[in-house]
């Protein structure tokens, strides 16, 4: 199975803080590659796919980027709706798998 | 609007054997573009795959689970349905069933409409 390494596993940020998160594959995935967000008590919602398409309705201050074995999910200008889990996932191949995840905290 | 539910039992005991049942609704799970993954994640912990059927019933399943898990639907009723022989306390987790898709000209497995999810846990 491909394993998916996020990092870093927290960040404590602040409101308006550009915030990058990285999730690296251990094998290439071409562009097959999903991001998340996830509240407590809350499913996931789909914010990225293909690497660097925005799924619709998501803001624009949310953007991805990568291609093989190296991906980032970048938050522009943290919102405080934005603080929340962040998983990747690996769309390439069957068994799916997800990063560990990203909790980003208030500073 | 596309919705999913999950059901079934909040409580099992171990050795016992788990079935969730997922609803859709606003898509048809015979439609060619469309299929149903369930996921799962243990209290504070990662997500986890565990099966995926395709709309011509086509099946896959998690290498670490395969041997316990069986994924099945019925179109008539737009359930898809999940099951889990053996449970132990280790699966006690909030399983969610979520939707894929197809985009351009590729079936695609990110998931952009997920059930609210089930807790359940496995306690004798």
Known sequence: DIQMTQSPSSVSASVGDRVTITCRASQGISSWLAWYQQKPGKAPKLLIYAASNLQSGVPSRFSGSGS?????LTI?????????????QQTNSFSLTFGGGTKVEIK | QVTLKESGPVLVKPTETLTLTCTVSGFSLSNGRMGVSWVRQPPGKALEWLAHIFSNDEKSYSTSLKSRVTISKDTSKSQVVLTMTNMDPVDTATYYCARSGFWSGYFVFHFDYWGQGILVTVSS
């Open chain 1, 68 to 72: 093989g074995t190296d991906f980032t």
């Open chain 1, 76 to 88: 522009s200008s943290l919102q405080p709706e934005d603080f929340a889990t962040y998983f990747c």
